[in-house]
């Protein structure tokens, strides 16, 4: 794991060489999550571990749960026209949001073994006549485009978050 703290080290030193690449906080948190993405894609069994392992601090939250990620996160936030309260319930929102997808998405690309009974099992088809007629549609890859969803609407709540504080 110490190789997947390393490679979040080095995303944020390529971040912070290059402080002019987000224009705004909502084009910053999209950036980030899509870095993270590509740190989770990359070493997915490594990820899950980081994502499940005790944060820095109470409060903090995994996968940004080292001091300077949270730091970052929140300075973006209220730089951006958060007060205190609504950067840090867009901090929760946007951590949540972003390592349920993350984490999701390493698990299925972790590889290993199907289970006896899974989808595609020839002993377990007819037990369980829906799974095996919606079995192909959802294994079907549309993660990018869920997280973008999902991230999409996370900034939306985050933009409703600071307008009302």
């Known amino acids: 794991m110490d190789d997947l703290h390393h490679l979040l080290d080095r995303l944020r030193a390529e971040r912070r060489a290059d402080p002019g690449a987000a224009r ?8 980030l999550a ?10 997915p069994e490594a990820f899950a571990a980081l994502a499940t392992a005790p944060a820095a601090a109470p409060g903090l939250r995994p996968p940004l749960g080292d001091v300077d990620w949270v730091e ?16 840090v ?20 690309h ?3 073994p199907d289970s006896p009974g899974a989808p595609g099992d020839p002993a377990a088809r007819g037990r369980r006549p829906v799974l095996d007629r919606l079995g192909a549609s959802l294994a079907e890859d549309h993660e990018a485009d869920e997280v973008d969803d999902a991230l999409e609407a996370v900034l939306a709540r985050m933009e409703a978050l600071r307008a009302e504080h």
């Open 24 to 31: 705004c906080w909502q084009d910053h948190l999209q950036r």
């Open 34 to 43: 899509h870095d993270l993405r590509r740190v989770a894609l990359a070493r």
């Open 72 to 87: 970052e996160v929140l300075v973006v936030l209220v730089d951006g026209g958060f007060d205190d309260a609504a950067a």
């Open 89 to 108: 319930a867009a901090y929760r929102a946007f951590v949540t949001c972003v390592l349920g997808h993350l984490l999701l998405e390493a698990s299925l």
């Open 110 to 112: 972790a590889g290993g």
